[in-house]
């Protein structure tokens, strides 16, 4: 089966808010970009499974790879879950839009096998990458029905999906 891209975002799609208690307080926040983990345990297996099944290496395009080694990230994903089998393959092009990063990554490596899970829809002005967006509820993260989702525009793009 030929490989393909997982597209992934962190914030709202596997490191979702928490609530913590504090000095007296709560304090409704996202875990920060230095801890050792992402929040979303279930969100992180569900994009395992998606890219086992569907043959699926990650490109991260969250705003972490503007202030975050590619190892520290990658070393993050699996200390949060992502099963081993999934292949962390590389980034965008830091500091730039990620509709446009996609693009260019899609064009340099003649990618057409590919879906993009993010939390916000910066890609509205490119149809063709709306037709594989999956987008999350920031609360929730990628979940079952984003999963479904996800699989469907795989089909639909002619990808054979393994159940």
Same mark, same amino acid.
């Given at each position: 089966?030929?490989?393909?891209i997982?597209?992934?975002? %962190?914030?709202?799609?596997?490191? @979702? ?8 307080? %709560? ?5 920060s ?7 979303n ?13 569907n ?6 395009i ?5 202030t975050?080694? %590619?190892? =520290?990230l990658k070393n993050?994903?699996?200390n949060?879950g ?8 590389? +980034?965008?092009k ?9 693009? $260019?990554y899609?064009?340099? =490596? ?7 899970i993010?939390?916000?829809?910066? #890609?509205?002005k #490119?149809? $063709?990458l @709306?037709?594989?967006?999956?987008l999350?509820?920031?609360? =929730? ?5 984003? #999963? ?12 054979k +999906?393994?159940?």
């Amino acid at each position: 089966m030929k490989k393909g891209i997982c597209f992934l975002d %962190f914030d709202g799609v596997i490191n @979702n808010r928490i609530i913590k208690y504090e000095n007296g307080k %709560f304090n409704i926040t996202y875990l920060s970009k230095d801890s050792l983990s992402f929040s979303n345990k279930q969100a992180i297996l569900w994009i395992s499974k998606l890219c086992i099944e569907n043959n699926l290496d990650i490109v991260i395009i969250s705003s972490h790879i503007n202030t975050c080694d %590619f190892n =520290y990230l990658k070393n993050k994903l699996y200390n949060s879950g992502l099963v081993d089998k999934v292949v962390i393959k590389d +980034t965008i092009k830091p500091y730039i839009r990620r509709d446009i990063g996609i693009r $260019e990554y899609l064009s340099k =490596y003649g990618i057409d096998k590919y879906v993009i899970i993010d939390d916000e829809n910066y #890609y509205e002005k #490119y149809n $063709e990458l @709306n037709k594989h967006l999956i987008l999350c509820s920031s609360e =929730y993260g990628f979940l079952i029905n984003e #999963y479904i989702s996800a699989c469907n525009i795989l089909e639909k793009n002619n990808v054979k +999906t393994l159940k």
